[in-house]
C-alpha cells in the first residue's frame, strides 16, 4: 500500500525544479504558532495552508509549514517538492530541525511529515528534551509556523491542534463539515483547552454564505460552548484551485489576481493585523502541551 503510494508521489514529482531558494529573514520579535484544521477531511486545509504561508512570505514574514496530517500527508505532491527528509530523523536520529527543512516556493520553508509522524507518539524523555531544544530553535527563524493537520479528533490531530496557541479551523457550507468542526471545537473545550479559534469558510459561493455559515457556528459555539470564533475570511468555490492543484502550483503565484488569491491575502493581513501578545505562545509551551496531553487523555 505505502510503496504503491510512493511510486504514484514519484511519478507525480516534477524533474524540473522551479522552486526559488531564497531565504527571509524573521522580522517579529515572536513565533505565532498556527495550527490549521478542520472536523471533516477534505475541505481545503493544506491548499489554504499552503497559500496562506505564501501570502505572509510575500507581506515579508518568515514561514515554515509544517505537514503534520500523518495519514494523507501532501504538502509535497501539491508543490512538486522532493523531501529528503521528515520530522522523524530529529527524533529517531538526533538531527537538527534545521536538516529537515525543504524549501518551498516563494521563499516559504516545509518540513514534511508523513508516517514520520508516529514516532512523536512514542516520545521518551530525552527525545522530548531534544525535540523541544529543536523546536525551540525554530523561534529565531520564523514569523509564523503554520501547522497543516488531519481533520477530526484524533489523539494526533487533537495534540498539534491543543498545543498551538492559534487555531484556525477550517469548513465549508456542507452541513457535515459544519457539524463535524463543531463537534472538534467542544472536544477541544472539554478537554480543557482554551486555544484562540479562528474560522475560515471555503468554497462558498459568495459572501452572504460565508457570513451565514461563520454566524451558524459562532452562534452554537458561544450558546452552548462558551467559545469565541473570530471570523478570518472566506475562499470561493473556484476551478482554479483544481487547475492549481493538477499543476502542482499554489493558486496565489498561479492566478495572483484572482478573487480566491485575493480572498488569502486579506486573510493574511487580517492575522497580521492582530498580532499576539503572548508570552506563553511559544515553542517551550506547545511542547509541553504536546506531551501533556498525552499524558493526561489516553482516550482519543
Ligand atoms: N476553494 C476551492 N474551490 C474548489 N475546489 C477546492 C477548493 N478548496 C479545495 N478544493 C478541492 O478540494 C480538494 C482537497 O483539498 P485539500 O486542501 O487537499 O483538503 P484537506 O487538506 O482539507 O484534505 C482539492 O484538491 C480541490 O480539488
Ligand atoms: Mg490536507
New binding site residues.
Partial sequence: MYDQAEKLRQLLRKTDNTHQENTIEKRTNNTRIMAVT?GK????????AINLAISLSNLGYSVLVIDA?IG?A?IDV?LGLFPKETISSVLTQNKKITDVITDGPNGIKIIAGGSGLYDMLQLNNDSIEHLKKQLIELESLFDFVLI?TG?GISEMVMSFVAAAHEVIL?TTPEPTSLTDVYTLIKALRIKGHNNMLKLVV??VENSKEALSVFEKLSIASSKFLSTKIENLGY?????Q??EA?KNQHPFISLYPNSS?AKSVNSIAIKIIGSPIEDENSNFQNFIGKFKGFFANNKTY
Fill in positions: 478542520s477531511g477534505g475541505v481545503g486545509k493544506t491548499n489554504f496530517d494523507l501532501n501539491l497543516d481533520a477550517v471555503n468554497r475562499i470561493q468555490n473556484s476551478k484551485v483544481v492543484v480566491i
